[in-house]
């Protein structure tokens, strides 16, 4: 389930080079959106419409989506359009703590595994064991 109808057309995304979890992904009605698997698997971080003087979405074709190098407050990100522009963004709340590959492994992970609603996985939750 997501918040906004996703009719249309994604036309790229890029995992983020610094969260295992998260990509960034582009639409054919300009939108950009930040997801973090690990945050929330069903709802992006971050919807974002571009908008005009008038304050109206602008619905120009986004193409492709970057990350930029990490920045010392923020994390950049970068989108083209289907009339040639790029766009430059500052992601303020998203910044990427340093964590070791395992931690990045353990996160992903983490973030893709499935929930197990069996019987014996929930009297071990509430005996507060690991469930694996």
Same mark, same amino acid.
């Given at each position: ?37 690990? @945050? ?10 571009? @908008? ?30 289907? @009339? ?49």
């Amino acid at each position: 389930m997501s918040n906004y109808p996703l009719k249309s057309q994604v036309n790229d995304i890029e995992w983020s080079p610094y969260t295992s979890s998260r990509f960034a992904s582009v639409t054919n009605d300009g939108r950009i959106e930040i997801w973090d698997l690990y @945050e929330d698997p069903l709802n992006p971080l971050i919807t974002h419409f571009d @908008e005009g003087p008038d304050k109206e979405p602008i619905k120009t074709p986004k193409t492709i989506v970057r990350f930029g190098p990490p920045g010392p407050s923020s994390q950049i990100i970068l989108s083209g359009n289907l @009339e040639g522009e790029v766009d430059v963004y500052r992601s303020k709340g998203l910044e990427h703590v340093e964590v070791t590959d395992q931690d990045q492994q353990k996160r992903l992970l983490s973030a893709l595994s499935k929930d197990d609603f069996t019987s014996d996985a929930k009297d071990k939750k509430a005996d507060g064991e690991d469930v694996e």
